[in-house]
T-cell receptor, first 117, second 113 residues
Framework: EAGVAQSPRYKIIEKRQSVAFWCNPISGHATLYWYQQILGQGPKLLIQFQNNGVVDDSQLPKDRFSAERLKGVDSTLKIQPAKLEDSAVYLC???????????????FGSGTRLTVV | DQQVKQNSPSLSVQEGRISILNCDYTNSMFDYFLWYKKYPAEGPTFLISISSIKDKNEDGRFTVFLNKSAKHLSLHIVPSQPGDSAVYFCAAIKTGANSKLTFGKGITLSVRP
Protein backbone atom coordinates (compact mmCIF):
# COMPACT_ATOMS: atom_id res chain seq x y z
CA GLU A 1 0.00 0.00 0.00
CA ALA A 2 1.45 3.34 -1.03
CA GLY A 3 1.79 5.87 1.77
CA VAL A 4 0.66 9.46 2.02
CA ALA A 5 2.55 11.54 -0.53
CA GLN A 6 3.44 15.17 0.09
CA SER A 7 5.29 17.74 -1.94
CA PRO A 8 7.45 19.67 -1.89
CA ARG A 9 9.69 18.33 0.88
CA TYR A 10 11.26 21.70 1.59
CA LYS A 11 10.34 25.28 0.79
CA ILE A 12 12.00 28.58 1.63
CA ILE A 13 10.11 31.78 0.95
CA GLU A 14 10.24 35.39 2.00
CA LYS A 15 7.57 36.80 4.27
CA ARG A 16 4.51 38.09 2.49
CA GLN A 17 5.01 35.60 -0.35
CA SER A 18 2.55 32.80 -1.00
CA VAL A 19 3.14 29.06 -0.93
CA ALA A 20 1.16 25.90 -1.60
CA PHE A 21 1.55 22.35 -0.39
CA TRP A 22 0.11 19.23 -1.97
CA CYS A 23 -1.03 15.97 -0.42
CA ASN A 24 -2.16 12.69 -1.94
CA PRO A 25 -3.65 10.42 0.73
CA ILE A 26 -3.78 6.65 0.80
CA SER A 27 -6.23 5.39 -1.78
CA GLY A 28 -9.69 4.94 -0.33
CA HIS A 29 -9.04 6.94 2.82
CA ALA A 30 -12.05 9.16 3.39
CA THR A 31 -10.56 11.44 6.01
CA LEU A 32 -7.66 13.80 5.39
CA TYR A 33 -5.94 16.06 7.92
CA TRP A 34 -3.46 18.90 7.72
CA TYR A 35 -1.32 19.43 10.79
CA GLN A 36 1.20 22.15 11.57
CA GLN A 37 4.21 21.19 13.66
CA ILE A 38 6.32 24.04 14.96
CA LEU A 39 9.77 23.09 16.22
CA GLY A 40 9.60 21.83 19.80
CA GLN A 41 5.84 21.40 19.75
CA GLY A 42 3.46 18.62 18.87
CA PRO A 43 1.42 18.57 15.67
CA LYS A 44 -1.56 20.89 15.75
CA LEU A 45 -4.60 20.21 13.59
CA LEU A 46 -5.31 22.91 11.01
CA ILE A 47 -8.13 21.35 9.03
CA GLN A 48 -9.95 18.04 8.66
CA PHE A 49 -11.77 16.83 5.56
CA GLN A 50 -14.27 14.02 5.29
CA ASN A 51 -14.30 13.15 1.58
CA ASN A 52 -14.36 16.62 0.00
CA GLY A 53 -16.18 18.38 2.83
CA VAL A 54 -14.60 20.33 5.68
CA VAL A 55 -15.56 18.97 9.11
CA ASP A 56 -13.21 21.03 11.29
CA ASP A 57 -11.25 24.14 10.40
CA SER A 58 -11.53 25.87 13.77
CA GLN A 59 -7.72 26.16 14.14
CA LEU A 60 -7.06 27.35 10.59
CA PRO A 61 -6.01 31.03 10.37
CA LYS A 62 -8.49 31.77 7.65
CA ASP A 63 -7.19 35.24 6.94
CA ARG A 64 -4.09 33.70 5.38
CA PHE A 65 -4.55 29.94 5.15
CA SER A 66 -6.85 28.08 2.80
CA ALA A 67 -7.27 24.43 1.90
CA GLU A 68 -9.29 22.35 -0.46
CA ARG A 69 -9.73 18.70 -1.26
CA LEU A 70 -10.63 18.19 -4.86
CA LYS A 71 -13.02 15.33 -5.61
CA GLY A 72 -12.37 13.90 -2.17
CA VAL A 73 -8.83 12.77 -3.04
CA ASP A 74 -5.85 15.15 -3.30
CA SER A 75 -5.63 18.22 -1.14
CA THR A 76 -3.77 21.50 -1.26
CA LEU A 77 -2.95 23.85 1.59
CA LYS A 78 -2.10 27.45 0.75
CA ILE A 79 -0.62 30.29 2.77
CA GLN A 80 -0.97 33.82 1.46
CA PRO A 81 0.73 35.97 2.64
CA ALA A 82 3.23 34.03 4.74
CA LYS A 83 4.53 35.29 8.08
CA LEU A 84 7.73 34.39 9.91
CA GLU A 85 5.73 32.42 12.49
CA ASP A 86 4.43 30.12 9.76
CA SER A 87 7.82 28.42 9.67
CA ALA A 88 6.99 24.82 10.54
CA VAL A 89 6.56 21.34 9.16
CA TYR A 90 3.20 20.85 7.50
CA LEU A 91 2.02 17.28 7.84
CA CYS A 92 -0.74 15.62 5.90
CA UNK A 93 -2.40 12.51 7.27
CA UNK A 94 -5.22 10.24 6.22
CA UNK A 95 -7.38 7.56 7.77
CA UNK A 96 -10.04 5.20 6.50
CA UNK A 97 -12.58 6.71 8.82
CA UNK A 98 -13.54 6.93 12.44
CA UNK A 99 -14.00 3.20 12.96
CA UNK A 100 -10.44 2.26 11.97
CA UNK A 101 -8.78 5.31 13.46
CA UNK A 102 -8.48 4.24 17.03
CA UNK A 103 -6.74 0.95 16.28
CA UNK A 104 -4.23 1.98 13.63
CA UNK A 105 -4.01 5.71 14.04
CA UNK A 106 -3.51 8.05 11.15
CA UNK A 107 -0.95 7.52 8.41
CA PHE A 108 1.24 10.57 8.00
CA GLY A 109 3.20 11.80 5.05
CA SER A 110 6.82 12.92 5.41
CA GLY A 111 5.75 16.54 5.63
CA THR A 112 6.82 19.80 4.02
CA ARG A 113 9.34 21.87 5.95
CA LEU A 114 8.56 25.55 5.37
CA THR A 115 11.02 28.27 6.26
CA VAL A 116 9.83 31.87 6.04
CA VAL A 117 12.65 34.43 6.01
CA ASP B 1 -5.24 24.74 26.77
CA GLN B 2 -2.91 21.78 26.49
CA GLN B 3 -5.01 18.65 26.87
CA VAL B 4 -2.12 16.21 26.36
CA LYS B 5 1.08 16.92 28.23
CA GLN B 6 4.54 15.47 27.92
CA ASN B 7 6.45 17.38 30.55
CA SER B 8 9.89 15.94 29.98
CA PRO B 9 11.44 17.17 26.75
CA SER B 10 14.15 14.55 26.59
CA LEU B 11 15.32 11.20 27.96
CA SER B 12 18.65 9.43 27.64
CA VAL B 13 19.07 5.73 28.44
CA GLN B 14 21.70 3.06 27.98
CA GLU B 15 21.20 0.42 25.33
CA GLY B 16 19.55 -2.68 26.81
CA ARG B 17 17.91 -0.78 29.66
CA ILE B 18 14.29 0.24 30.00
CA SER B 19 12.97 3.52 28.58
CA ILE B 20 9.89 4.97 30.27
CA LEU B 21 8.12 7.82 28.52
CA ASN B 22 5.33 9.57 30.39
CA CYS B 23 2.20 11.40 29.29
CA ASP B 24 -0.63 13.12 31.14
CA TYR B 25 -4.00 14.25 29.86
CA THR B 26 -6.77 16.45 31.16
CA ASN B 27 -9.80 15.57 29.04
CA SER B 28 -11.67 12.64 30.60
CA MET B 29 -13.64 12.20 27.37
CA PHE B 30 -10.63 10.73 25.54
CA ASP B 31 -11.23 7.05 24.91
CA TYR B 32 -8.13 6.05 22.97
CA PHE B 33 -4.49 6.89 23.43
CA LEU B 34 -1.74 6.43 20.89
CA TRP B 35 2.01 6.72 20.71
CA TYR B 36 3.77 7.91 17.58
CA LYS B 37 7.45 7.78 16.77
CA LYS B 38 9.14 10.36 14.57
CA TYR B 39 12.57 10.30 12.98
CA PRO B 40 14.08 13.51 11.56
CA ALA B 41 12.75 14.46 8.11
CA GLU B 42 10.02 11.83 8.33
CA GLY B 43 6.39 11.94 9.33
CA PRO B 44 5.20 10.40 12.61
CA THR B 45 4.56 6.65 12.46
CA PHE B 46 2.04 4.85 14.61
CA LEU B 47 3.60 2.73 17.32
CA ILE B 48 1.00 1.42 19.74
CA SER B 49 -2.39 2.35 21.15
CA ILE B 50 -4.57 1.59 24.12
CA SER B 51 -8.28 1.83 24.75
CA SER B 52 -9.48 3.62 27.85
CA ILE B 53 -11.16 0.41 28.99
CA LYS B 54 -7.79 -1.32 29.30
CA ASP B 55 -4.83 -0.67 31.55
CA LYS B 56 -2.12 -2.34 29.51
CA ASN B 57 -1.30 -3.15 25.91
CA GLU B 58 1.84 -4.91 24.77
CA ASP B 59 3.45 -5.26 21.36
CA GLY B 60 6.90 -6.82 21.34
CA ARG B 61 9.34 -4.55 23.15
CA PHE B 62 6.70 -1.84 23.58
CA THR B 63 4.13 -1.72 26.38
CA VAL B 64 1.73 1.09 27.14
CA PHE B 65 0.20 1.43 30.58
CA LEU B 66 -2.88 3.52 31.31
CA ASN B 67 -3.87 4.84 34.74
CA LYS B 68 -7.26 6.34 34.05
CA SER B 69 -7.84 7.64 37.58
CA ALA B 70 -4.59 9.59 37.40
CA LYS B 71 -5.10 10.54 33.74
CA HIS B 72 -1.63 9.22 33.07
CA LEU B 73 -0.10 6.85 30.57
CA SER B 74 3.39 5.62 29.98
CA LEU B 75 5.28 3.87 27.21
CA HIS B 76 7.85 1.28 28.23
CA ILE B 77 10.51 0.12 25.80
CA VAL B 78 12.42 -2.97 26.89
CA PRO B 79 15.16 -3.49 25.97
CA SER B 80 16.01 -0.12 24.47
CA GLN B 81 18.00 -0.11 21.23
CA PRO B 82 19.93 2.70 19.49
CA GLY B 83 17.41 2.56 16.65
CA ASP B 84 14.73 3.63 19.12
CA SER B 85 16.32 7.08 19.28
CA ALA B 86 13.60 9.40 17.98
CA VAL B 87 10.91 11.83 19.10
CA TYR B 88 7.91 10.12 20.69
CA PHE B 89 4.51 11.79 20.66
CA CYS B 90 1.65 10.88 22.93
CA ALA B 91 -1.76 11.47 21.36
CA ALA B 92 -5.35 11.09 22.48
CA ILE B 93 -8.74 10.98 20.83
CA LYS B 94 -12.40 10.90 21.63
CA THR B 95 -13.71 8.57 18.94
CA GLY B 96 -16.91 9.31 17.12
CA ALA B 97 -18.05 11.57 14.33
CA ASN B 98 -15.37 14.03 13.22
CA SER B 99 -12.92 12.80 15.81
CA LYS B 100 -9.34 14.02 15.71
CA LEU B 101 -6.06 13.34 17.45
CA THR B 102 -4.65 15.76 20.01
CA PHE B 103 -0.87 15.53 20.42
CA GLY B 104 1.56 16.28 23.21
CA LYS B 105 4.77 18.20 22.58
CA GLY B 106 6.86 15.08 22.24
CA ILE B 107 9.87 13.69 24.03
CA THR B 108 13.27 13.09 22.44
CA LEU B 109 14.64 9.68 23.37
CA SER B 110 18.34 9.01 22.98
CA VAL B 111 19.57 5.46 23.44
CA ARG B 112 23.32 5.32 24.05
CA PRO B 113 25.23 2.32 22.67
Amino acid sequence: EAGVAQSPRYKIIEKRQSVAFWCNPISGHATLYWYQQILGQGPKLLIQFQNNGVVDDSQLPKDRFSAERLKGVDSTLKIQPAKLEDSAVYLCASSPGTGALSRYGYTFGSGTRLTVV
Amino acid sequence: DQQVKQNSPSLSVQEGRISILNCDYTNSMFDYFLWYKKYPAEGPTFLISISSIKDKNEDGRFTVFLNKSAKHLSLHIVPSQPGDSAVYFCAAIKTGANSKLTFGKGITLSVRP
